[in-house]
């Protein structure tokens, strides 16, 4: 009987290992995407992403106006000013995301991606007919080439995710595995989005140095085809490319040629636009889009004026102040300025009051906080845990408003009053400390930035009238990044974008280890328990409740911390094209956000 007994016991011993072996390989098997939060919504046999147009001719060509200009085509480093668009379109990456979900990637480079149900490794398997520009192979030495130079001598953006990984290995003749060294359930993904480089390019070359000598060899749909540095840039679709035949490829780079021509004012973009020197212009003025855009080419029809909503947060958009410096160290300092910051009377003034104003980071998506309402339930769980909380944070916060009239009496009130809190008082007409010293501050600007100048002289008449007499410098798009790369700076126009899937790119804007790192995005010099610890509880987050909680009270700390004075947007984009310039019917969740102009655009007769 106990033989009996012992044996039944055993079989169903066998039995549940069987069934929990076989369950935990069934959810390892690679799969052809993978999501953030549950499942992508597109099947393994998807023949096209649902926002393209799969059937768009092929031919041609695209030509953007900028502003500035350039010194470098490695746009993989942090020395060097290159045209930001060379990150997304000389190298491909393992997996390629769908902006028409949250956080979603498919198989680009790669066919296959596997992990635990944990996440803590992921193995990517590449296509075997994946090819670089000049045809020669991706091989998975290619991938770990790059992933160990990009996060070891590549732009600081790429070395958090890559100290998180406790080793790299080949465990295939087209599979590399990732093990991780801490719990951060994104990395799979954001590994899956670096680029892929060609080791054999850089045997012999100094992959950190700046300049226009050597063009990186990645495997995307386009090359750089002529250029002259600071003033032109042509890129010419690959006939060769690898990937026309992949499914998430499919009705993407349809255009034979992209150019892109530098100027140093943004009226003379406008006006080279008008003169049909660009063929697309995107137009982030309002007042400007309803009264400005009535030109011939316009009327007659050469010329379409499209408007496209889109679904993304606001992310910030502002003056961001440096708390590194002396003058903002004092959040009752920043809250004067916001308070100054005569938000309702610019926005009229300048855009016919048709922008909304930015009420927080993660504002206009289901991410945000409530303007001035109090912390309930798991957000204000998550926020009592620290000690650092800037005032508003869990009670509430608000931005202040104006009656919209340009002496703004009540804010200047209220920002005097703060600067009397913090020990400055106007003596013989001039802001000063208790020993006599001025309050003095830089406001650093792009030139050619004609509304953000619009803007600050609006915003320095009413500090004026406060005794207050900033300095403002405008420099060249090279002395700009150069200035900001390094913090130097005590104010600055800033601008985030930020997505409905946030993630380690936070620590990169924000956190404590990035704000004595030249070169990262943590502008404001932050560091804060509160903000490091919620983005550790958004990363790790085991379910979407406990997600969105987490963005919300981070998106609480940073805006009551007050290191932005926030403007305004939009919940549409404004393009003008020439009218055999053509996008899909279905707009994607992120709108023009990214891949949209010109990856998915065509050119019809």
Same mark, same amino acid.
């Given at each position: 009987?106990?033989?009996?007994?012992?044996?039944?016991?055993?079989?169903?011993?066998?039995?549940?290992?069987?069934?929990?072996?076989?369950?935990?390989?069934?959810?390892?098997?690679?799969?052809?995407?993978?999501?953030?939060?549950?499942?992508?919504?597109?099947?393994?046999?998807?023949?096209?992403?649902?926002?393209?147009?799969?059937?768009?001719?092929?031919?041609?060509?695209?030509?953007?106006?900028?502003?500035?200009?350039?010194?470098?085509?490695?746009?993989?480093?942090?020395?060097?000013?290159?045209?930001?668009?060379?990150?997304?379109?000389?190298?491909?990456?393992? @997996?390629?995301?769908?902006?028409?979900?949250?956080?979603?990637?498919?198989?680009?480079?790669?066919?296959?991606?596997?992990?635990?149900?944990?996440?803590?490794?992921?193995?990517?398997?590449?296509?075997?007919?994946?090819?670089?520009?000049?045809?020669?192979?991706?091989?998975?030495?290619?991938?770990?080439?790059?992933?160990?130079?990009?996060?070891?001598?590549?732009?600081?953006?790429?070395?958090?995710?890559?100290?998180?990984?406790?080793?790299?290995?080949?465990?295939?003749?087209?599979?590399?595995?990732?093990?991780?060294?801490?719990?951060?359930?994104?990395?799979?993904?954001?590994?899956? @989005?670096?680029?892929?480089?060609?080791?054999?390019?850089?045997?012999?070359?100094?992959?950190?140095?700046?300049?226009?000598?050597?063009?990186?060899?990645?495997?995307?749909?386009?090359?750089?085809?002529?250029?002259?540095?600071?003033?032109?840039?042509?890129?010419?679709?690959?006939?060769?490319?690898?990937?026309?035949?992949?499914?998430?490829?499919?009705?993407?780079?349809?255009?034979?040629?992209?150019?892109?021509?530098?100027?140093?004012?943004?009226?003379?973009?406008?006006?080279?636009?008008?003169?049909?020197?660009?063929?697309?212009?995107?137009?982030?003025?309002?007042?400007?889009?309803?009264?400005?855009?009535?030109?011939?080419?316009?009327?007659?029809?050469?010329?379409?004026?499209?408007?496209?909503?889109?679904?993304?947060?606001?992310?910030?958009?502002?003056?961001?102040?440096?708390?590194?410096?002396?003058?903002?160290?004092?959040?009752?300092?920043?809250?004067?300025?916001?308070?100054?910051?005569?938000?309702?009377?610019?926005?009229?003034?300048?855009?016919?009051?048709?922008?909304?104003?930015?009420?927080?980071?993660?504002?206009?998506?289901?991410?945000?906080?409530?303007?001035?309402?109090?912390?309930?339930?798991?957000?204000?769980?998550?926020?009592?845990?620290?000690?650092?909380?800037?005032?508003?944070?869990?009670?509430?916060?608000?931005?202040?408003?104006?009656?919209?009239?340009?002496?703004?009496?009540?804010?200047?009130?209220?920002? #005097?009053?703060?600067?009397?809190?913090?020990?400055?008082?106007?003596?013989?007409?001039?802001?000063?400390?208790?020993?006599?010293?001025?309050?003095?501050?830089?406001?650093?600007?792009?030139?050619?930035?004609?509304?953000?100048?619009?803007?600050?002289?609006?915003?320095?008449?009413?500090?004026?009238? #406060?005794?207050?007499?900033?300095?403002?410098?405008?420099?060249?798009?090279?002395?700009?990044?150069?200035?900001?790369?390094?913090?130097?700076?005590?104010?600055?126009?800033?601008?985030?974008?930020?997505?409905?899937?946030?993630?380690?790119?936070?620590?990169?804007?924000?956190?404590?280890?990035?704000?004595?790192?030249?070169?990262?995005?943590?502008?404001?010099?932050?560091?804060?328990?509160?903000?490091?610890?919620?983005?550790?509880?958004?990363?790790?987050?085991?379910?979407?409740?406990?997600?969105?909680?987490?963005?919300?009270?981070?998106?609480?700390?940073?805006?009551?911390?007050?290191?932005?004075?926030?403007?305004?947007?939009?919940?549409?984009?404004?393009?003008?094209?020439?009218?055999?310039?053509?996008?899909?019917?279905?707009?994607?969740?992120?709108?023009?956000?990214?891949?949209?102009?010109?990856?998915?655009?065509?050119? +019809? +007769?």
């Amino acid at each position: 009987m106990r033989s009996d007994i012992f044996n039944n016991l055993r079989a169903l011993a066998g039995a549940v290992s069987l069934s929990i072996l076989t369950a935990q390989f069934a959810y390892a098997e690679p799969q052809h995407g993978i999501a953030m939060y549950g499942d992508p919504a597109l099947p393994p046999d998807f023949v096209s992403l649902p926002h393209v147009n799969p059937d768009a001719p092929k031919g041609g060509k695209i030509i953007f106006a900028e502003a500035g200009g350039f010194d470098s085509l490695h746009p993989f480093i942090r020395k060097g000013s290159a045209p930001w668009q060379l990150r997304f379109m000389l190298a491909e990456s393992l @997996m390629g995301r769908s902006y028409d979900e949250p956080f979603t990637l498919y198989g680009l480079l790669a066919e296959s991606v596997d992990t635990d149900p944990d996440r803590t490794w992921v193995e990517y398997t590449l296509r075997p007919e994946a090819r670089f520009s000049d045809g020669s192979p991706v091989t998975v030495e290619d991938v770990m080439w790059s992933y160990e130079t990009l996060g070891t001598l590549g732009h600081p953006r790429y070395h958090g995710a890559w100290s998180k990984v406790a080793s790299m290995e080949k465990t295939g003749e087209r599979s590399v595995k990732f093990t991780f060294n801490t719990e951060d359930r994104e990395l799979p993904l954001i590994l899956g @989005m670096r680029p892929v480089l060609q080791k054999a390019q850089w045997e012999g070359k100094d992959f950190e140095a700046s300049g226009i000598d050597v063009i990186p060899i990645g495997s995307a749909p386009y090359v750089i085809a002529d250029f002259e540095a600071g003033r032109h840039l042509t890129l010419k679709r690959n006939p060769d490319y690898w990937g026309k035949d992949v499914p998430f490829m499919r009705g993407q780079a349809n255009l034979d040629e992209i150019r892109f021509d530098y100027y140093g004012d943004g009226d003379v973009i406008f006006e080279a636009f008008k003169a049909g020197e660009a063929t697309t212009h995107r137009e982030t003025n309002a007042q400007k889009w309803a009264t400005q855009f009535t030109f011939p080419a316009v009327t007659s029809g050469d010329i379409v004026l499209s408007d496209i909503p889109h679904q993304r947060p606001t992310g910030i958009m502002g003056y961001v102040m440096n708390t590194r410096r002396p003058a903002f160290q004092d959040i009752r300092v920043r809250d004067a300025m916001i308070h100054a910051f005569n938000f309702e009377f610019i926005n009229q003034t300048i855009n016919a009051g048709a922008k909304k104003r930015i009420q927080s980071y993660f504002h206009n998506s289901v991410l945000g906080m409530t303007p001035g309402a109090p912390a309930e339930g798991l957000v204000k769980d998550m926020l009592t845990a620290f000690d650092d909380l800037p005032k508003g944070a869990l009670e509430g916060y608000a931005l202040p408003v104006s009656d919209g009239s340009a002496r703004n009496r009540d804010g200047l009130r209220n920002a #005097m009053a703060l600067m009397e809190d913090a020990g400055w008082t106007v003596q013989d007409g001039a802001m000063k400390d208790a020993n006599g010293s001025p309050f003095t501050f830089e406001i650093l600007l792009k030139t050619g930035a004609s509304e953000n100048r619009q803007e600050i002289d609006i915003f320095t008449a009413a500090l004026e009238r #406060m005794g207050i007499a900033p300095t403002i410098t405008s420099v060249d798009s090279a002395q700009y990044k150069e200035r900001t790369n390094a913090f130097d700076f005590d104010m600055a126009y800033y601008w985030r974008g930020l997505s409905l899937s946030p993630g380690n790119e936070q620590k990169l804007y924000w956190g404590s280890e990035s704000a004595d790192e030249e070169g990262t995005r943590n502008w404001m010099g932050v560091k804060s328990a509160a903000i490091d610890g919620l983005i550790d509880r958004m990363l790790n987050a085991k379910g979407q409740d406990e997600f969105r909680a987490a963005t919300k009270a981070l998106d609480r700390v940073l805006t009551a911390g007050r290191y932005v004075i926030p403007l305004g947007f939009s919940e549409m984009s404004h393009i003008a094209h020439v009218k055999e310039l053509k996008y899909p019917a279905r707009i994607p969740m992120y709108g023009d956000y990214l891949g949209f102009q010109p990856e998915i655009w065509w050119y +019809e +007769e």
